[in-house]
């Protein structure tokens, strides 16, 4: 089984995406750091039992021989919600259950948290993103619970596909969550819908 784990801004600058960010949920984001492996860097939002996630490519370190994660090598524009996890309990079984282009699992970390994630061979991950990246924490460490609660709560992302049919079925009884609406649309998109002290806001 799978269970919502966080979402996923992209930006060209992590100052970009956080500015980005705040000013449209009128809150601060904290935490984060670097992942080395990948050559990024974010910052966080606590959301309650999920949260949000700003990424980048970190010029300060040396850009990896293999594509980053998100597909960042090739993101361009103004920041925007690109991408969602989902964490589990035996990630090999659920790649084999995934669609091909999944990734195969690669062992990370950043600080005390120690995780394996589904990395995309060229960093794109099925349905232009709209499936998840699946995810399994290792130990009890995990941001969510670490994060101060500014108020903000999660309380829908809408994936908008041409084949939302198949990215259903993709995911039918894998993943039991009332937050994620799939919808039929002429191209990918995203957008998350977020209760704040200053009212409903949207990414």
Not at 24 to 45: D, E, K, W
Not at 128 to 146: E, N
Not at 148 to 160: K, M, Q, S, Y
Not at 179 to 194: L, Y
Request: some cysteine; aromatic content about 6%.
């Amino acid at each position: 089984m799978l269970v919502f784990d966080h979402i996923a801004v992209s930006a060209q600058t992590l100052a970009e995406g956080v500015a980005w960010v705040e000013a449209r949920l009128g809150v601060s984001l904290t935490g984060g750091g670097q992942h080395p492996h990948m050559a990024t860097h974010n910052r966080l939002l606590g959301l309650g039992d999920v949260y949000l996630e700003v990424i980048a490519a970190d010029p300060s370190a040396p850009r990896p021989v293999w594509p980053r994660w998100f597909d960042l090598d090739r993101f361009t524009g103004a920041p925007r919600l690109t991408n969602w996890v989902a964490r589990c309990d035996d990630l090999e079984a659920e790649v084999s259950l995934s669609p091909q282009g999944i990734g195969a699992p690669v062992a990370l970390a950043r600080g005390d948290f120690r995780w394996r994630m589904a990395v995309p061979g060229d960093g794109i991950l099925p349905f232009d993103g709209c499936f998840p990246a699946l995810i399994q924490w290792q130990g009890s460490a995990h941001p969510a619970p670490r994060l101060p609660d500014v108020g903000v709560r999660l309380t829908r992302v809408t994936l908008i596909h041409p084949q939302s049919d198949a990215l259903r079925a993709a995911l039918a009884g894998r993943l039991d969550d009332p937050r994620i609406v799939i919808e039929q649309g002429p191209e990918k998109a995203m957008q998350a819908e977020f209760s704040t002290p200053h009212g409903t806001r949207l990414l």
